[in-house]
């Protein structure tokens, strides 16, 4: 049975292994709450994720999404450390700050080092976190504040008005002559054609079965002949002008036999006045050869403007034919409404100009039209004359 005195010695060393252990105990707890601590801290991943991982970490954590970030937007190796650059916007100046408060921390549990710029309240700053093998140069920028856009108050659009027309002076006359264009073709409109006022004219097509006969007919009735010579349009030859026309492609030989030919074709013929003709009368070369045969028969030419650029005008006079230009046609569309329209047109052209050509077709209905109403024309301000009398 065991003494008193070894039972004494015995708990004595229980005790003192008792008292030897608890200061181990103690830090392990300490220990403990610290990793704790860091844990929490860093969040789940901590100090053992990598750095690239952290970095996106953090800035997610201050309002930064991930794919805004700019990852290695330049590596340059200086003193055999790569530095690689990264960028960041953030949203507020606050946010910023934040991250490079998370920065600093990392760089103690990582072991790194952080440079930081002089002035901190600058829009975009770089921060310097540097690794030893590596470094990052991070660009942390501040987007620039949200302004509200006012939109400006709309301004009522007047309506647009149309130019007002200008008005003939109260009792305003002109002189208006009137040329028809494409006779030659049959004769059964040529006796109506006769019966109107003698200041009408007749624009004849050369070598066609009733050419001459009508050309003749009409000056036997009093009106004046022209001859609607045929010229080269654009579309030429889908579109053709028929025969005897002036092509640009002619020699000046060939030219001056057509001019000629399709003159000598319509007997009585005081003056030419284009049919079609919208490419011919656009060629000042065409047109100044055309401008010296009537210059040398004393003929005069009547521009009908087949087209804008025309320079048939400008041709004649420098060749010396007195010449002119349609300024209405009549009867575009071949309706009774439509060239009342359009003579009412010629009028008013006539009295607030002076003076007017307008062209329209042997046409049934247009030599209708103008046979109901030339006798009242001169009631209206409009004094008919002949198509030579307006060229100079």
């Known amino acids: 049975m065991p003494s008193r005195a070894s039972k004494k ?19 392990a707890l300490a220990a403990l709450v610290v990793a704790l601590l860091f844990f929490f801290r860093s969040g789940p991943e901590g100090k053992d994720s ?15 999404a991930r794919d805004s970030v700019v990852v290695d937007d330049l590596i340059i190796k200086k003193d055999d450390v790569f530095i690689r650059t990264w960028r960041f916007d953030f949203s507020d100046r606050a946010a ?45 920028t501040v987007a620039a504040p ?36 494409d006779a030659g073709q049959n004769d059964d409109l040529v006796p109506a054609a006769a019966a109107l006022p003698k200041q009408v004219g007749i ?49 000046t030989g060939e030219l001056r036999t057509t001019v000629h030919t399709a003159i000598n074709n319509i007997p009585f013929a005081v003056g030419v006045n284009n049919h079609m003709g919208s490419r011919a009368t656009a060629n000042l070369k065409t047109m100044t050869w055309i401008m010296q045969e009537l210059s040398a028969r004393g003929m005069a030419f009547i521009d009908s403007r087949t087209t804008t650029k025309t320079v048939a005008e400008r041709a004649a006079r420098a ?10 046609f009549l009867d575009n569309e071949r309706n009774p409404a439509a060239i009342r329209k359009q003579l009412e047109e010629a009028v008013y052209r006539c009295r607030l100009d002076g003076e007017a050509i307008a062209i329209g077709h042997l046409d049934r209905v247009t030599v209708q039209v103008l046979a109901e109403e030339l006798p009242g024309l001169a009631a209206r301000g409009a004094d008919l004359a002949k198509p030579s009398d307006l060229v100079r």
Do not use: C
Not at 117 to 135: H, N, S, Y
Not at 319 to 328: A, F, I, S, W, Y
């Open 146 to 181: 949200k302004v509200a856009v006012v939109p400006p108050t709309p301004v009522p659009t007047k309506k647009p008005t149309a130019t007002p027309r200008p008005k003939p002076a109260p009792g305003a006359r002109g002189r208006l002559a009137i040329l028809l264009d």
């Open 9 to 27: 010695k015995k708990g004595g060393r229980f005790a003192d292994s008792y008292r030897s252990t608890v200061p181990w105990i103690l830090v």
């Open 319 to 328: 060749q010396g034919v007195p010449t002119n230009r349609r300024h209405v």
């Open 203 to 251: 624009a004849v097509l050369p070598f066609l079965p009733r050419s001459a006969e009508t050309a003749t007919a009409m000056h036997e009735a009093g009106h004046e002949v022209w001859l609607h010579l045929p010229m080269e349009p654009e579309n030429y030859p889908a579109d053709n002008p028929g025969p005897g026309a002036v092509l640009v492609s002619m020699t």
């Open 50 to 64: 990598p750095i690239e991982v952290r970095f996106l970490d953090l800035a997610g954590a201050r309002g930064v």
């Open 96 to 140: 910023r700050d934040g991250f490079i408060g998370d920065l600093e921390i990392e760089a103690v549990a990582r072991h790194a080092t952080v440079e930081l710029p002089p002035d901190l309240g600058a829009k975009a700053i770089a921060v310097l976190m540097d690794f030893g093998p590596e470094a990052f140069n991070l660009e942390l």
